[in-house]
């Protein structure tokens, strides 16, 4: 152990290649840790424990490979016109009452028609499911009663998660899950897979022995360059895997490439994605690992994803990585946060409005190259993003240290549920916003499961020991006016163009009568340098006619042309439509407050209620 190498013939390990895994790791029973423990002795893992792990040990499973796809087709949907719905396989059915019971939570239980007819209400295009590699809960959570719900602690590459299917653990997970991805494609539903190869469930030096680490522990994983004894760790988690060697980066790619031609899956989301572009320690935009996917005819074919922060050193890499990736724009989420909060500068919400062409216009990447998002698994869920001045993690049981802290000055004036009619509509309306901003906005919005159904988690926002009813979706207390608006600004998405465009809104810098997209204060002139540094209230014109590189069967497309309002202050704001826009009328689209009207001419002036947003389409 000191030089690094830990293999303890003692100890059963799962078979890293393994197509499906039974079992769960028995915390309880015969030792899985390779030393004989020694509780406050960081040097106890040097000295051998002999038992027999067997018995604890979740067993590997011999799969036959005879699935038939029956024609399954890949949607292929293009970047600029994906909406993503990340969704947790057993979260999103456990209690809806009309899949079966023996099927809710499970990969049968989302490809239930009345469960994917969810998704084509809707109008996402693909679901980004959080992690389905197969999984184990750590022992610390077994010996407080709870679970890991997320499952971000892989153990299985190839395996799909057993505890997921509703027809058996001996293979049966396989065909259930290709069943899903084959369902879920007959809808036109793109599936991408939240992978986690930046890490294992293996732990530090102190932890268990379940695979990887006593076939190769120096191959495998980072260990410190002055004491091979520790690992070097920039995933929070005890370990890194090491893609800089050859045997970790074959084992990432077999699985990437398994995951697409055996379960046809459409891309990947990659959990802290920066740690697995280091180099031997820093990050690297063209090394080992970027440069193994680029080259790649099959992984470069498929969506990629990427979250771009790790834990280490100079980890965040928001924009940072090349051609062919996509990113969780968290930079996005944290400049429309504020801006809704009353923190913000409108200068930041304009760049993001337009595709964040600060971080992606640079280097030959498009709009799409930013995934959008206000909310994700990890953090408040939307409801409770407006209703929560501080997180309420207690059944978590760790004294509520847990997650982040920074969730104040929404001005809700109350935390929680409520009878004030004022505070609910207030807390209604800002969802609305949010909602609003993300579709409205240029590059890959992407909508958190249960976020249109207004499900809250109770203030917890960091569920991921949370496998009940804290985290599933609520289908008996939907909020059926939040869910048919979010439908209402889906389709409004795709069908205009104007609002997935292929190139970055750039203003004046485009060519033709009018801009691509143009920003008025409240008087209809063009916004000054007061108005960005202190304003409340903007209009951006977004131009329908002015849509480069855009064709379809060999016709340009164009679309109609918007104008969005937006007050984020305190006070209602009377905004003149710009005379600048031609003598062109405009009807209301869509409010996410108090009606203003139907239609408008040029000159008029619109009441804007106070924190709301007003959509406009041009009828000339």
Request: charged content about 25%; glycine content about 10%; some cysteine.
């Amino acid at each position: 152990a000191a030089s690094g190498v830990r293999c303890n013939p003692a100890k059963l390990l799962i078979d890293p290649y393994a197509e499906a895994i039974d079992g769960d790791v028995d915390w309880a029973g015969p030792t899985t840790l390779p030393y004989v423990a020694d509780p406050g002795n960081d040097h106890a893992d040097l000295v051998i424990d002999e038992t027999d792990s067997a018995p604890s040990m979740p067993k590997s499973v011999v799969i036959a490979d005879d699935f038939d796809w029956a024609g399954d087709a890949r949607p292929r949907h293009r970047w600029d016109e994906t909406v993503i719905y990340e969704v947790h396989v057993k979260g999103f059915t456990a209690t809806h009452s009309d899949v079966p019971e023996e099927l809710r939570g499970t990969y049968a239980g989302m490809a239930h028609p009345a469960a994917i007819q969810h998704l084509v209400d809707l109008g996402v295009t693909a679901v980004e499911l959080l992690p389905v590699h197969h999984f184990v809960s750590e022992s610390f959570l077994a010996e407080r009663g709870l679970t890991n719900y997320w499952g971000y602690s892989s153990i299985g590459f190839f395996a799909p998660h057993a505890d997921y299917s509703a027809s058996g653990t001996a293979g049966e997970q396989v065909r259930e899950f290709k069943q899903l991805v084959r369902a879920l494609h007959a809808a036109d539903i793109e599936v991408i897979l939240d992978v986690v190869y930046n890490h294992t469930a293996e732990g530090n030096h102190l932890g268990p022995m379940l695979s990887l680490k006593g076939i190769d522990n120096p191959a495998y994983y980072r260990l410190s360059p002055d004491d091979p004894h520790y690992y070097f760790d920039v995933t929070g988690t005890g370990n890194s895997l090491n893609p800089v060697h050859p045997a970790s980066l074959r084992l990432i790619m077999d699985s990437l490439r398994h995951w697409v031609t055996e379960f046809h899956v459409d891309g990947f989301r990659f959990d802290l994605a920066s740690a697995l572009a280091r180099g031997f320690s820093d990050f690297d935009r063209l090394g080992t690992f970027l440069g193994a996917i680029h080259q790649d005819p099959i992984l470069s074919q498929v969506k990629l994803i990427a979250e771009p922060w790790d834990v280490g050193a100079d980890g965040y890499r928001v924009g940072g990585f090349p051609a062919l990736w996509s990113e969780w724009n968290g930079i996005y989420r944290d400049d429309v946060r504020d801006i809704w909060r009353g923190e913000g500068h409108f200068g930041d919400l304009a760049t993001r409005l337009s595709g964040s062409p600060d971080l992606y216009g640079d280097d030959g990447r498009r709009p799409f190259a930013s995934i959008n998002f206000v909310t994700a698994h990890d953090g408040f869920t939307l409801r409770d993003l407006v209703s929560y001045d501080g997180k309420h993690n207690e059944a978590n049981l760790e004294d509520n240290q847990d997650g982040t802290d920074d969730n104040s000055s929404w001005n809700c004036g109350v935390e929680g549920p409520t009878d004030d009619p004022d505070v609910n509509e207030l807390r209604a309306r800002q969802q609305r916003n949010l909602l609003a901003t993300l579709l409205l906005s240029q590059g890959v919005p992407m909508l958190v499961g249960g976020d249109e159904l207004g499900r809250t988690q109770g203030g917890n926002n960091n569920g991921w020991c949370q496998d009940n009813e804290t985290s599933w979706f609520d289908w008996g207390a939907v909020d059926g006016d939040l869910l048919e608006f979010t439908k209402r600004l889906i389709a409004l998405r795709r069908g205009e163009p104007v609002f997935h465009r292929r190139e970055f809104l750039r203003g004046d810098q485009t060519e033709g009568d009018e801009p691509d997209v143009a920003w008025f204060a409240p008087s209809g002139e063009r916004m000054g340098d007061e108005e960005w540094g202190r304003g409340r209230a903007v209009g951006m014109f977004v131009n329908g006619d002015e849509i480069p590189n855009r064709t379809r069967r060999g016709h340009r497309v164009q679309g109609d042309s918007f104008l969005v309002l937006i007050n984020t202050g305190w006070e209602p704001v009377s905004f003149t439509l710009p005379e600048e826009l031609a003598e062109g009328r405009f009807r209301v689209e869509l409010v996410t407050g108090r009606p203003v009207g139907e239609e408008f001419a040029t000159g008029d002036v619109v009441e804007l209620q106070d924190r709301s947003i007003v959509v406009l389409r041009r009828v000339d």
